[in-house]
């Protein structure tokens, strides 16, 4: 056995102690809160439903337009349509291999933008609105009974071959349908034709004006009201007990880079609040208690700079800058929308809009050592196959080599899974772990309810509420001493936290920020 990974498998035994204790002291659930919630998103959604159908029909005339066909969404939104989808999937190296994963898109990325052009012209035709009428045929049944000799009906009944079963003859009216959004590059390639996915048509929104980008902000949040509403509220009422307490499962060894998943339900990927209220419905079992949610602030730019004994990182959190600001200065957004850019380029992100490539330009020469790190990175998975962090986790690349490109295969995985997996799997847990055992000396009537990511969330007795901030700030701040002990390596990047309680896990209110 490798000595090295002795400390990482004492947490997580630990961790497992600590996770079964959250799991047997459940999530209390106001089921009355959660019916609101859930009437309340099917109507905007049903709202959404009728808005899109409408701008469909106005895009396409009388064609009929599936909202959950990627093939008839690409077909709106880009007014053309894939020809031979065999050919077109051969060309761009589409669909899955034979073992099951998705095909690497090698050949999308070596087209040039005029050979791109020429066979999306070639390959693709445009589409035309179109002019409903009842089919004369079968009088708009879709199905006819064939003559007999004798000029009466038979009894067999056939699909009528010229409406093709709809019961209506569809006649284009010459003007171009759909929304006329242009492909930028190969890599907005489908397999139904082109991409429809929430992040590409996030991406092209300033691309868009008119009925176009009405259509588009429609679907992003009718699709995730969808995608809510099945995964949360559905997860939420098919494990909540009798009592209204949910015991979400914790699991330590599903995703490659150690971070901590859950399932029945997933709280891992819980909404914010600014997106969808789902968080609302977790309350305290106890009378006029709190939930208290302690998050450690921009935790995995602050492990990244300390990987990669980044100067400029350390001068920018020790001055206390405001990293997802910068990232939105840069992009032209909100800062709430730069934070899904801000650590992307460290994890080695390089694809996006202009502006977001503006960005992950500026992040490199900004932050040269985290830059220079991940190319020691690449040397190392290329070279040893292994990537051993401080903690003594290690990462195998057993097919690691470099490409003609100057880069390692993987390279997103290599730059990512180092600053994921020390952030949350080995420096959260330290704290949880430290936070229950403090917990359980003291006889607290509070529990420790859940954890996200980089954050831990309490359900507090009210007579316990100083105590549980005071301890839970304690055990959050613990790191530099708590890696020393563990480890051997003191993390010196200073670390930032944020307390907020309230009477659910949505309507919360700061208390301390470190």
């Known amino acids: 056995m490798n000595n090295g990974l002795i400390p990482t498998l004492k947490l997580s035994l630990e961790m497992t102690d600590t996770l079964a204790r959250i799991e047997q002291q459940e999530l209390k659930i106001n089921i009355q809160t959660l019916g609101g919630i859930e009437k309340e998103y099917q109507q905007e959604m049903d709202e959404l439903e009728v808005r899109l159908n409408e701008l469909a029909r106005e895009a396409m005339g009388d064609t009929p337009v599936n909202l959950s066909s990627p093939d008839d969404r690409s077909i709106l939104l880009y007014s053309r349509r894939v020809k031979d989808k065999p050919t077109w999937s051969r060309v761009f190296n589409l669909g899955h291999e034979k073992r099951g994963t998705t095909m690497k898109p090698k050949l999308r990325t070596r087209m040039k933008r005029g050979e791109f052009n020429a066979a999306v012209r070639n390959m693709t035709e445009v589409v035309q609105k179109t002019r409903g009428s009842q089919c004369s045929a079968c009088r708009g049944e879709g199905r006819v009974s064939p003559l007999k000799k004798d000029g009466t009906l038979g009894k067999a009944i056939r699909v009528c071959k010229p409406c093709s079963g709809t019961g209506v003859i569809y006649v284009s009216t010459g003007e171009v349908a759909g929304f006329k959004l242009v492909p930028r590059d190969p890599m907005d390639t489908a397999s139904a034709g082109f991409k429809t996915d929430k992040v590409t048509l996030e991406n092209r929104q300033t691309d868009l004006s008119g009925d176009a980008y009405d259509f588009v902000v429609a679907y992003v949040r009718y699709n995730a009201l969808r995608t809510y509403l099945s995964t949360f509220v559905e997860g939420m009422k098919n494990n909540v007990d009798e009592n209204g307490f949910i015991h979400p499962e914790f699991m330590q060894c599903v995703t490659a880079t150690g971070r901590l998943s859950s399932r029945n339900p997933n709280f891992q990927n819980m909404p914010r609040g600014n997106t969808f209220a789902i968080r609302k419905v977790v309350e305290s079992r106890f009378e006029n208690g709190f939930i208290l949610e302690g998050d450690y602030s921009q ?37 709430q929308d730069a934070k899904a850019h801000t650590f992307k380029p460290l994890y080695g992100g390089v694809t996006g809009t202009d502006a977001q490539q503006r960005y992950y330009r500026a992040f490199k020469e900004k932050y040269e050592g985290v830059t220079v790190w991940h190319e020691q990175l690449q040397r190392e998975a290329v070279q040893k196959r292994l990537i051993t962090l401080p903690s003594g986790r290690q990462y195998a690349f057993p097919d690691a080599r470099w490409t003609k490109w100057g880069t390692a295969t993987n390279r997103t995985a290599i730059c990512n899974y180092p600053v994921q997996g020390f952030a949350t799997a080995d420096l959260l847990p330290i704290a949880l772990v430290r936070l229950q055992k403090v917990f359980m000396e003291e006889k607290l009537i509070s529990v420790i309810c859940n954890t996200v990511h980089d954050s831990i969330v309490v359900d507090v007795h009210p007579s316990e ?4 901030i005071k301890l839970m700030a304690d055990a959050m701040m613990s790191l530099p001493e708590e890696t020393i002990s563990r480890y051997n390596v003191k993390f010196d990047m200073p670390v930032g936290i944020e307390l907020k309680i309230g009477k659910n896990w949505l309507d919360l209110e700061e208390v301390l920020t470190v």
């Open 299 to 335: 935790l995995e730019f602050r492990v990244a700079g300390f990987l990669a004994k980044d100067a400029q990182a350390y001068i920018d959190v020790n001055e206390g800058t405001d990293v997802h600001s910068y990232t939105a200065s840069i992009i032209g957004c909100s800062r």
């Open 465 to 468: 509420k100083d105590t549980c």
